[in-house]
């Protein structure tokens, strides 16, 4: 059966981790949160490792404990700090920079022995960026900075990589998640800011773990290098005037 690492397991993570585990295929969970992440590990028959990505080693060395051949990687894991760059610190920037870009570009050369190794035709990454790289926002320069790196690191790695593992990255719009708490507890401001999409609502987890999971399968096996958007319509249509 293929074999997964899911790093993050909050939020799209956990959706994902639990669409691949549907479908029969073996997980390895990553995340920081030791408790939270041996409940879902049960759950779902994974094996797990505590590991915070933002301190040194710690990732790769959770990687290398999966062992053996990896036919898929995904690289989870995201922040949402929105703030004017007058109020923006270089330590916010490096921050927003070590947890989504560094982490992803880590994860990935700690896994690059166990993709190579899979015995399916092409292994499988994947990474996540946001709708604010190619639709400005203000106050997001942060986060916009690192997402936009992903994007960068994970065309260069299906360059790279072609064709024995396969690269692409998801680009949601806002979704319902943990990490998203602060602006959709209020049903008044999610409202709003579901208006703003062609296809009126919020993400759900499983609107970008259902596009995660095909493209972490052997049917987009033709597929790579893309940063694809699961957002509503936002990136790219206007329905109003």
């Known amino acids: 059966m ?36 041996a409940e879902v590990a049960a759950e779902l028959g994974a094996t797990c490792t505590a590991a915070d990505v933002t301190e040194p080693g710690a990732l790769e060395s959770a990687i290398v404990q999966a062992g053996g051949q990896i036919d898929g990687l995904a690289y989870c894991v995201g922040s949402i700090n929105l703030k004017a760059l007058s109020r923006l610190t270089e330590q916010d920037g490096l921050a927003d920079f070590q947890l989504n870009a560094l982490g992803a570009f880590r994860a990935v050369k700690a896994a690059l022995p166990g993709l190579n190794a899979t015995a399916q035709t092409n292994a499988s990454v994947l990474l996540f960026s946001t709708v604010a790289v190619q639709q400005g926002f203000a106050s997001h320069a942060s986060v916009a900075m690192a997402k936009g790196a992903v994007e960068g690191l994970a065309r260069a790695l299906a360059a790279e990589l072609a064709p024995k593992v396969r690269v692409n990255a998801i680009a949601p719009s806002l979704t319902r998640t943990p990490l998203a708490s602060g602006f959709t507890a209020s049903e008044q401001t999610a409202a709003a800011i579901a208006a703003l999409h062609p296809l009126p609502r919020l993400g759900t987890p499983d609107d970008a773990a259902a596009l995660g999971a095909l493209l972490l399968s052997p049917e987009a096996g033709w597929i790579t290098g893309q940063v694809i958007g699961v957002d509503g319509g936002r990136s790219s249509l206007r329905v109003k005037g």
């Open 2 to 37: 293929p074999r997964h690492i899911i790093i993050g397991t909050s939020g799209i993570g956990g959706a994902l981790a639990r669409r691949l585990a549907g479908r029969g295929d073996s997980l390895h969970l990553i995340s920081r949160n030791g408790a939270a992440l």
